[in-house]
């Protein structure tokens, strides 16, 4: 199934209440809790909404978002890093309960024998990032990573590198902890097992095929222009603005949107800049159970793992403070089931998955209503612990409350 333009009825929706939601939209942005919204959604191959609102940054001149606006997705990257990784699976080049170990031998220390891929991509390595900084900070006397990169390796293989012998906080498969160091080990993993690094491999087996062309992890100066910028005081602009307690303290000086340097830095955890109708072209995809107009990226097996509950039973866990006694999670995707995560939508069925991004982004996919939902904004405040200060688990329940059937 493709995508192409449709209306509400023609997909069994109820257009008024679609209505409705648009003009919800444009007051979040009236209201200045957004800069910037872009709102697309998708039902059985019907685009039945693309709206943009806002200005592609704060100066008063500022040009009108567009449909093509480019965002960092941060995190949302991750399910880009994941798809990767199950194509080599695919292939059969690397198992995901092998262990980490066998494709970097340099991750090294008492109970990584028994960390495998699976486990990175479910963040129950037991790899806590606190922990690694610190390690990092004592074997480097500096949590400024910029001051060990020499002139024969990047940024990220100087991090990779200073936590290869990092300890365990706990045994793998025992709790959840979202870590960026686990996903970085991923796009080390894909670079050694393809031998082409994570953008090159990203770009040649899934955004060309998907007619991506909007999508880079190393973005290219000809688009820079296209790309949405926030405030100063916005989280996550600058490494000195508002941001999320949890990011690694080692990370931290690299990642301000508005940092030019962040536009050429690869990170697997969260290096991807893309648009709303690239990123809807790929969750179609997995809604296909992994082909989209005439491409197969995954196997429907590979979707299947990859949108299941993995680690069931399995709590997620924020230093010693367990946050759900269910993380409930696949592949780099979120999945519903019975979990009540604060700001989660409240009207999308169990199997209901997607991932959020740092700043503001959010891909919702629906398999029981063959919903694809985008909602990328540029996110002016958090509350005082770190939570989005959106609305984008309103928009999804109004959309959701649209279906007929």
Not at 3 to 20: F, H, T, W, Y
Not at 72 to 96: C, F, H, W
Not at 124 to 133: A, H, K, P
Not at 288 to 316: C, K, Y
């Amino acid at each position: 199934m493709g995508l192409r333009i449709g209306k509400p009825e023609d997909v069994n929706m109820q257009a008024q209440r679609v209505s409705l939601m648009k003009k919800r939209v444009q007051s979040w942005v009236d209201g200045e809790m957004h800069s910037a919204l872009v709102v697309m959604v998708a039902r059985r191959g019907k685009i039945v909404v693309q709206e943009a609102f806002g200005h592609l940054s704060a100066e008063p001149d500022s040009p009108l978002v567009q449909l093509d606006t480019i965002f960092p997705i941060a995190s949302q990257s991750k399910i880009i890093t994941a798809t990767a990784i199950m194509v080599l699976v695919e292939e059969a080049r690397l198992g995901l309960h092998r262990q980490v170990a066998e494709y970097i031998p340099e991750f090294t220390g008492p109970g990584k024998e028994m960390v495998m891929i699976h486990h990175l991509l479910t963040h129950t390595s037991g790899l806590v990032d606190s922990v690694i900084d610190l390690h990092m900070i004592k074997k480097t006397q500096t949590s400024d990573l910029s001051q060990l990169v020499d002139n024969e390796t990047t940024i990220i293989d100087t991090y990779l590198a200073f936590g290869y012998d990092a300890p365990l906080t706990c045994p793998p498969g025992q709790r959840q902890y979202y870590s960026f160091y686990g996903f970085e080990l991923l796009g080390e993993i894909i670079k050694r097992v393809s031998g082409n690094p994570l953008a090159d491999f990203a770009h040649e087996r899934i955004f060309s095929p998907l007619g991506m062309s909007d999508s880079w992890y190393i973005v290219p100066e000809t688009v820079l222009d296209r790309i949405v910028t926030r405030p100063v005081e916005a989280p996550l602009a600058y490494p000195d603005s508002p941001t999320y307690e949890w990011v690694p303290a080692m990370m931290q000086p690299l990642i301000g949107t508005e940092l030019p340097l962040l536009r050429q830095l690869p990170w697997a955890v969260g290096g991807v800049y893309s648009t709303a109708p690239d990123m809807l072209r790929f969750g179609q995809m997995l809604l296909n159970q992994g082909h989209f107009e005439g491409q197969r990226i995954l196997s429907p097996a590979s979707v299947g793992v990859m949108t299941r509950n993995q680690i069931p039973g399995i709590g997620s866990w924020w230093g010693e403070v367990q946050l759900t006694p269910e993380a409930s999670y696949g592949y780099a995707l979120s999945i519903a089931g019975d979990t009540h995560f604060l700001i989660n939508p409240s009207l999308i069925s169990p199997t209901t998955y997607g991932h959020t991004g740092g700043g503001g982004t959010c891909i919702t996919i629906d398999p029981e209503r063959e919903l694809v939902i985008l909602y990328y904004s540029v996110e002016l405040a958090k509350d005082p612990l770190g939570v989005h200060l959106w609305n984008n688990d309103l928009f999804v329940n109004g959309i959701i409350s649209a279906v007929l059937d």
